[in-house]
């Protein structure tokens, strides 16, 4: 299973940006798919993230209310739409399956992971 995100790049503070996630290589319907992120001398975080039947979403209390996390469109695709960014933003976001279908806000639940897209916030 391969995950490839894109999406990212610099912005300034209150503006937005759309990361997406293309899978392949597996049943993507099946998959819970998850946002993380990973500041520098931090640890990875769970952002956002949806179950595989699309019913269930997930948010951080950071990403509450600025943040959405949806499946489908293009096909085999999940993506993040970012509102309002902050400074505080600022990390490589990943892209993570659960071949489960659920939304877990572990790390270490998930098998497949994307190579990551850094997402810069300036003020």
């Known amino acids: 299973v391969k995950l490839v995100e894109s999406g990212g790049g610099l912005v300034q503070a209150g503006g937005s940006l759309r990361l997406s996630c293309v899978v392949s290589g597996g049943v993507f319907s099946m998959y819970g798919m998850s946002w993380f992120r990973q500041a520098p001398g931090k640890e990875r975080e769970f952002v956002a993230g949806v179950s595989a039947t699309g019913l269930e979403t997930s948010y951080s209390d950071s990403a509450k209310g600025r943040f959405t996390i949806a499946r489908g469109g293009a096909e085999n695709t999940v993506t993040l739409q970012m509102n309002s960014l902050k400074v505080e933003d600022t990390a490589v976001y990943y892209c993570?399956?659960?071949?489960?279908?659920?939304?877990?806000?572990?790390?270490?639940?998930?098998?497949?992971w994307g190579r990551g897209t850094q997402v810069t916030v300036s003020s």
């Open positions: 993570a399956a659960d071949r489960f279908g659920l939304v877990v806000q572990r790390p270490s639940a998930y098998e497949y």
